[in-house]
């Protein structure tokens, strides 16, 4: 891998002599880095919800298998009541859902239908019933009717042959009832990614712990925890690892041994007596990168045995942003779904923001609906990337492109949604 490709701009004072890239261009890089896994496992549909498919389904079948009635009423032929609207016709059987009617119906006749009955043979269209008298076995109709009314084409849902869900696509709820309906019982989608990561820093202290002066609890483990749960991948904990040579060397090992992404958080920054860094360049297949986002910046990227590698930044919101802009976009592609632009709304600001400098900036917000049905966004308040209770507060980010500067009150801005991103 290279860090001197075209798109970046020299950033001075960032250390690592690394120039600053877009988080665009990030994504790019760890797409083409990375190859989707490519491993299969076939599974009952009920257990395949979020997961990803590795085939294209086709349908073996017409789904309904049969023109069908979206109605309670009579099946008929339209041709009798355009003939003669005022003249009754004689009723001969019923069909109802999973009882079909047997026999045709014949000029003059119409048969009781219920919805989901078969529509029978000879009528080509369906009146509801409460557009109807009867008398007996004798039924009269009101008004015009147009041929083929209330009646649901055989195929109208899904054709026979044709492409109903896509590799690389995402099963969600509907993509199971699908399944069911072209009455497949196992469906094949990519294994799971097994992701391994650790916190690193001296400071860190896991939950449950006394705190000595100087120390904080390890939050991103916990973050991070909760970000990889969302995303239905197999999760390794291994721990908080402290500032040391050896035993970041063991920890690495460990975890690119057991797993197919290792994610650390911290120990990447500048100017950090960090290890991390060091040890990681040694390898030889990491690259460092400074991001030209706000919050985030240092990232390190690559390959650690057969597993690839995040070293995220350690501040808490830093860490977030940088897992949602770019980590989780490549889990995803790793897992084998086609990549997609992030979800993006514009929302009206209900707050000022201040933006200094030339970074993409990730602001928190909430988003909520004004009282005259538009979007509204405001600020979380203060943005520092210490700061976790701005994402906790948060159902968004508030995406300041590059070239922006302050925003008033009142001014246009673009939102991804955290529902969009989780
Ligand atoms: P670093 O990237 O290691 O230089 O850490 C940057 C800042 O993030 C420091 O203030 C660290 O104490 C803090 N930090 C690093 N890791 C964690 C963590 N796992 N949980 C909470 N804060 C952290
Ligand atoms: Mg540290």
């Given at each position: 891998m290279s860090t001197t490709a075209g798109g970046m701009e020299s950033h001075k004072g960032c250390g690592h002599d690394a120039p600053s890239m877009s988080v665009d261009e990030a994504r790019r890089r760890v797409y083409a880095a990375l190859q989707p896994q490519q491993l299969v496992l076939r599974l009952p549909i009920r257990d395949a919800l979020d997961r990803v498919l590795a085939v294209d389904i086709r349908s073996p079948?017409?789904?309904?298998?049969h023109a069908n009635s979206a109605m309670d009423g009579y099946a008929l032929r339209a041709g009798d009541l355009q003939a003669n609207r005022s003249a009754p016709l004689s009723l001969i059987g019923k069909a109802l859902a999973g009882h079909p009617f047997e026999g045709e119906v014949g000029a003059g006749e119409c048969v009781r239908i219920m919805t989901g009955g078969m529509l029978p043979a000879g009528a080509d269209t369906v009146v509801m019933q409460e557009r109807v008298r009867c008398e007996a076995d004798r039924v009269w109709f009101d008004g015009d009717h147009r041929v083929g009314e209330n009646v649901r084409p055989a195929g109208e849902d899904l054709a026979k042959g044709a492409t109903i869900l896509h590799r690389g696509q995402r099963l969600m709820p509907a993509d199971l009832g699908l399944l069911a309906e072209i009455g497949q019982a196992e469906v094949a989608v990519h294994r799971r990614l097994r992701v391994a990561f650790f916190s690193t820093g001296d400071e860190l202290r896991g939950v449950g712990e006394p705190l000595r002066p100087g120390q904080i609890y390890d939050s991103n483990r916990y973050t991070l925890h909760g970000m990889l749960q969302r995303l239905g991948v197999e999760i390794l904990d291994l721990g908080v690892v402290r500032d040391d040579r050896a035993a970041l060397t063991q920890a690495l090992d460990g975890a690119s041994e057991s797993a197919d992404v290792v994610i650390t958080s911290g120990?990447?920054?500048?100017?950090?007596?960090?290890y991390i860094t060091e040890l990681l360049a040694a390898r030889g297949a990491i690259e460092f990168w400074t991001i030209n986002i706000k919050p985030g910046r240092p990232l390190a990227f690559g390959r650690l045995g057969d597993a690839a590698f995040f070293g995220l930044p350690g501040n808490p919101v830093s860490a977030m942003v940088t897992f949602y802009q770019v980590v989780q976009p490549a889990l995803i592609y790793l897992e084998g779904e086609a990549p997609a632009a992030p979800m993006r709304v514009t929302a009206r600001c209900a707050s000022p923001l201040r933006k200094n400098g030339r970074r993409r900036e990730y602001q928190r917000g909430i988003l909520a609906t004004a009282a005259d049905g538009t979007l509204e966004v405001r600020s979380t308040g203060a943005q520092g990337s210490g700061i976790l209770r701005s994402m906790s507060e948060a159902n968004c980010f508030i995406v300041l492109a590059e070239e922006c500067g302050d925003v008033a009150n009142g001014e246009w801005v673009t939102v991804e949604p955290f529902a969009g991103l989780i």
């Open positions: 079948i017409d789904v309904p298998g120990g990447v920054s500048v100017g950090e007596a960090d």
